[in-house]
């Protein structure tokens, strides 16, 4: 494992480029700026439809079964039939246990398998049981994997090991897409949730996503806002385009239109596909696919 490690010091010569001297209410008063003047323009039709294909359906209940998560899959292969003039969901998210249920069932090309590993959603566990949880998804059908960030060794300020063990499981990943999620609630400030993403992108994540969904507050504007900024200057610094996926908390159309309008605002329409901007939810397919209808439907 020592070859996928990051060298000594390489973290903090990467922070050294970026500045994270951020005002939170500078922060607040930018998003609500456009939220103000932006957000209107995008609630239309067609944006709606195309968040619907940037949906990542998910389901990671305690009550998950194979047959309950078969029949969530079966629901996917039917919406396809059934509205093959709208886009599909990007993605059916699962835990590992599940990959090979979704894998055997999903007859929709282009839906992604995203697994959440590594000890989701706390990250709380040995580095070798994250990496065996890995494999094993990616084993048994995972296309994409969504970790989390060790958070309690970020707060504590050791850099080095986040990024360590971030690099060592994009080398069991390969060239699977994933997804570092920073959980931006314990995160707290501006400047911490900036941090995380420079560390996580540079440590090899594909993407970076705001939260598992199990905490509040979840994907807030403001941590989208930081984070769409922080991918915005990697860009600039490397050239190398990552994606943003916020999730959890999205509980309405306006919730995804306000996400759209940060992402379209701050990295503009390079990320506006559903390769670079993902969003991770269940509730806001009914929602957006009742919007794009005309009628109250909940199909999934």
């Known amino acids: 494992m020592a070859e996928t490690t990051i060298q000594k010091g390489h973290i903090e010569e990467a922070l050294s480029k970026y500045n994270f001297n951020i005002s939170d209410d500078e922060v607040r008063e930018a998003v609500r700026r456009i939220i103000t003047e932006k957000v209107p323009e995008n609630d239309t039709l ?34 396809d039939e059934q509205y093959p003039e709208l886009p599909h969901v990007a993605t059916i998210c699962v835990y590992p246990c599940f990959a090979k249920t979704v894998s055997e069932a999903l007859e929709v090309d282009g839906v992604e398998i995203a697994c959440v590993s590594g000890s989701f959603p706390s990250s709380q566990a040995l580095l070798e049981v994250k990496i065996a949880e890995t494999a094993l998804a990616i084993k048994d059908g995972a296309t994409e994997i ?20 971030i690099s060592e499981l994009k080398a069991v990943c390969g060239e699977k897409k994933m997804k570092v999620i920073l959980e931006t609630g ?9 941090k995380a993403s420079i560390i996580a992108m540079y440590a090899g994540a ?5 939260s598992t969904g199990k905490l509040e507050p979840a994907a807030t504007p403001e941590a989208a ?13 490397t050239g190398i385009q990552i994606g943003f996926k916020p999730a959890g908390g999205l509980n309405s159309v306006m919730d995804a239109i306000t996400m759209y309008t940060i992402v379209k605002e701050v990295l503009g ?28 439907t909940k199909f999934f």
């Open 46 to 79: 067609e944006v709606k439809k195309f968040l619907m294909g940037s949906v990542e359906l998910t389901t990671l209940k305690t009550t998950d079964s194979e047959e309950s998560v078969l029949a969530f899959t079966e629901r996917v292969n039917a919406f």
């Open 225 to 237: 806002y930081v984070m769409c900024q922080a991918i915005k200057e990697y860009y600039q610094e």
């Open 206 to 210: 594909d993407y970076i996503k705001t």
């Open 269 to 296: 329409e390079k990320w506006l596909t559903n390769q670079w901007f993902r969003m991770g939810t269940s509730r806001l397919a009914n929602l957006l696919l009742s919007e794009v209808v005309g009628h109250e």
């Open 186 to 194: 314990c995160l707290k400030t501006a400047s911490n949730i900036k």
């Open 146 to 165: 969504d970790i989390v960030q060790s958070v309690g060794k970020f707060l504590s300020g050791d850099y080095e090991t986040v990024a360590d063990e």
